[in-house]
T-cell receptor
Framework: ETGVTQTPRHLVMGMTNKKSLKCEQH?????MYWYKQSAKKPLELMFV???????ENNSVPSRFSPECPNSSHLFLHLHTLQPEDSALYLC???????????FGPGTRLTVT | KNQVEQSPQSLIILEGKNCTLQ??????????LRWYKQDTGRGPVSLTI?????NTKSNGRYTATLDADTKQSSLHITASQLSDSASYIC??????????FGKGTSLLVTP
């Protein structure tokens, strides 16, 4: 285990649902990241937090809303998603922004 | 535009055989290059990291090479095992903290 956990591991939701993804890191890191991984495409960086401050929002639609209440926890709130949002959502953390990133196992999201 | 291209897209080899995965990049300026292994249903795990001055780095049966002049890297797997079946992702860091990811090479090792 890398010390980064994500829940749930699998999620199926309708387009009108509201759900949240949770990430927790036990490594004492100060930076946390959300990535989207779609089939046959490179990982796409969505959000970056450093010391609980959002430092990057990579042109992500507003139906994705991140929250970082402290340096150990990161959430991704989802609402009115589209089928093309179905993907593996990976959380990562690093000691400081720009350092080696440690990834969680991901949440497999299916939007129906 | 910073790009990372990996080849082949997928590969099937027999257990015990060697294989080499390729990564070409256009990222500039260059900070470092990592190879990650991603098992199905899991997050990526770093195998090696290489900086500009390093040509070769090994991690067990995995050996990565870097030619910063031609902007090419390779990952060589020796005496493959069934557990090597995974996606291998090349990641190049340029300026700042942004990472540039390749699409990955999907490796299947068969008995």
């Amino acid at each position: 285990e890398t010390g980064v956990t994500q829940t749930p591991r699998h999620l199926v939701m309708g387009m009108t649902n509201k759900k949240s993804l949770k990430c927790e890191q036990h490594l004492g890191h100060n930076a946390m990241y959300w990535y989207k991984q779609s089939a046959k495409k490179p990982l796409e960086l969505m959000f970056v937090y450093s010391l609980e401050e959002r430092v990057e929002n990579n042109s992500v639609p507003s139906r994705f809303s991140p929250e970082c209440p402290n340096s150990s926890h990161l959430f991704l709130h989802l609402h009115t998603l589209q089928p093309e949002d179905s993907a593996l959502y990976l959380c990562a953390s690093s000691p400081l922004i720009g350092y080696e990133q440690y990834f969680g196992p991901g949440t497999r999201l299916t939007v129906t | 535009k910073n790009q990372v291209e990996q080849s082949p897209q997928s590969l099937i080899i027999l257990e015990g055989k060697n294989c080499t995965l390729q990564c070409n990049y256009t990222v500039s300026p260059f900070s470092n290059l990592r190879w990650y292994k991603q098992d199905t249903g899991r997050g990526p795990v770093s195998l090696t990291i290489m900086t500009f001055s390093e040509n070769t780095k090994s991690n067990g049966r995995y050996t990565a090479t870097l030619d910063a002049d031609t902007k090419q890297s390779s990952l060589h797997i020796t005496a493959s095992q069934l557990s090597d079946s995974a996606s291998y992702i090349c990641v190049v860091r340029g300026s700042g903290y942004a990472l540039n990811f390749g699409k990955g090479t999907s490796l299947l090792v068969t008995p």
